[in-house]
């Protein structure tokens, strides 16, 4: 695009941005207020007061030139200056402090000119008071010097113009942002709403504001609960066919175990496998909801998953973790049954897992280590798939699972905000399997 290089520098937020098209056009328009109207019309109004003053001015050197001497010329002067309301005096040299003038006096300079313009004899103008302007004027008995009060120069400057603008545009501003935050909110209320929700928390939020803001709340209100609707229904279907299926496999188990020991055998490992299929299923469909929110500590629930399996005499250590103790919100069951997948995996396919946790105020990221062979990196995406399994050659004694394991750990991820990432262990040789989720 055409601003394509503005974009880095243009702030992020809907507020700031609000804000600035808010204060832009205001005041963009009164620079040009001030600039095209103050400017020029105070201009006009001190030429003409100066042009006054210039005849004044011109008047007083004409006496003084027609005067036959410096006395003559001196009460001749004065008699004309005192109604005029002009002070003279007349100093034996023209002092050298040249034209003067402060940098605030923007109308100096039109002033000086003017006068110069009126009356040519004019050796020097003054501006160093604010109140005062003093010019030298060259006569035949000498330099004169006049004090003009500056009112009569120029316009009452327009600094109070100014000032009423500068104040009425910050209020009319301050009272437009305050509209203008309460049209945001419900948009910053629905944008929490769906973050939350990508979270896998839902918070209550009901829709508000302008009528396109009301419309897209409402949407987003429909999708979650259509959302929530089909996880329900797939949890229901599969829980309920695993359920359905478990009757039949027990009386089926019975029967068998009544017959002939050396027949049934390897018909009741079957039997047992596909038991253990089905509790894969019910965790597959349970990985997305179901337990409700608990406030844990994230380290706790690793050490304590840790310590279950070294009651059980597996090789799971746990490595330095950071940020233990903290208190969030979390899906509690659903991520020891991640980390119990990930856990299970690694001694599977590894000899012995090394996990650790780190807790920081965005995240929270948990992880596996093991020392088997590893996921080479094009087939890691796969892997996560529901019933995946790598290479049946390497799995052969590694027992058959089902190929959920992965799946589910990345549902469950996906549902708390964040992912499932595998890459090489540098520590352990094996797979690393981390475990990301928002806070
Ligand atoms: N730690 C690991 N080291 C090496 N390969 C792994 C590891 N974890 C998973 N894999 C590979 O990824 C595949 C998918 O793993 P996943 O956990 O989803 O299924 P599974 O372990 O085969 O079965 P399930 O976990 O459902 O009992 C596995 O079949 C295995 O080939
Ligand atoms: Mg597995």
Same mark, same amino acid.
């Given at each position: ?237 599969? @829980? &309920? *066919?695993?359920?359905? #299926?478990? /009757? ?5 188990? =019975?029967?068998?175990?009544?017959? !002939?020991? %050396? ?23 349970? @990985? &997305? *909801?179901?337990?409700? #929110?608990? /406030? ?5 629930? =690793?050490?304590?998953?840790?310590? !279950?399996? %070294? ?129």
């Amino acid at each position: 695009m055409f601003f394509k290089w503005l974009k880095p520098y243009l702030p992020r937020g809907l507020y700031t941005r609000a804000l600035i098209i808010l204060i832009l056009p205001v005041v963009s328009l009164q620079l040009l207020v001030s600039i095209v109207f103050i400017q020029r019309h105070f201009e006009g109004v001190t030429r003409q007061m100066t042009a006054a003053v210039a005849i004044e001015l011109r008047y007083l050197r004409d006496v003084a030139d027609a005067a036959p001497n410096r006395a003559t010329a001196i009460t001749d002067v004065a008699a004309i200056a005192s109604p005029l309301e002009l002070a003279v005096t007349w100093p034996p040299v023209v002092p050298q402090v040249g034209d003067d003038r402060l940098w605030s006096d923007f109308t100096g300079d039109t002033v000086a000119a003017r006068l110069r313009e009126g009356v040519p004899q004019i050796a020097q103008v003054s501006m160093a008071d604010r109140s005062r302007v003093t010019v030298w004027v060259a006569t035949a008995q000498g330099p004169l010097a006049v004090d003009v009060p500056r009112r009569r120069l120029s316009a009452s400057n327009p600094h109070q113009l100014l000032v009423i603008m500068v104040v009425l545009g910050a209020l009319m501003t301050t009272i437009a942002y305050l509209f203008l935050r309460n049209q945001l909110r419900p948009i910053t209320r629905m944008a929490q709403a769906a973050t939350d929700y990508g979270k896998g928390r839902i918070t209550p939020y009901s829709p508000g504001g302008a009528v396109e803001v009301r419309a897209a709340g409402m949407a987003f209100l429909d999708m979650r609960q259509r959302l929530e609707r089909q996880i329900q229904q797939r949890t229901m279907m599969l @829980s &309920g *066919v695993s359920h359905d #299926l478990r /009757t039949p496999l027990t009386r089926l188990r =019975l029967g068998l175990s009544l017959l !002939d020991d %050396a027949e049934a055998e390897p018909m009741i490992r079957d039997v047992d496998e596909m038991q253990r299929l089905l509790d894969s299923f019910l965790d597959y469909a349970r @990985s &997305g *909801v179901g337990d409700p #929110l608990e /406030t844990v500590d994230p380290v706790g629930i =690793l050490t304590t998953l840790v310590a !279950d399996y %070294a009651r059980m005499d597996r090789p799971v250590t746990l490595a330095p973790s950071t940020g233990a103790g903290a208190n969030v919100p979390l899906h509690a069951l659903a991520i020891r049954r991640a980390l119990d997948n990930l856990i299970g995996n690694a001694l599977r396919y590894g000899h012995r897992a090394q996990v650790s946790a780190h807790v920081t105020d965005r995240a929270i990221r948990y992880v596996v280590e093991d020392d088997g062979p590893g996921i080479p990196p094009d087939q890691r995406e796969e892997a996560t798939r529901p019933f995946s399994r790598l290479d049946p050659a390497r799995n052969q004694d590694a027992g058959s699972g089902v190929g959920l394991g992965l799946a589910i750990v990345a549902d469950i991820a996906r549902s708390h905000g964040g992912a499932l990432r595998l890459s090489d262990s540098t520590d352990m040789g094996g797979l690393k399997a981390e475990l990301v989720l928002a806070r």
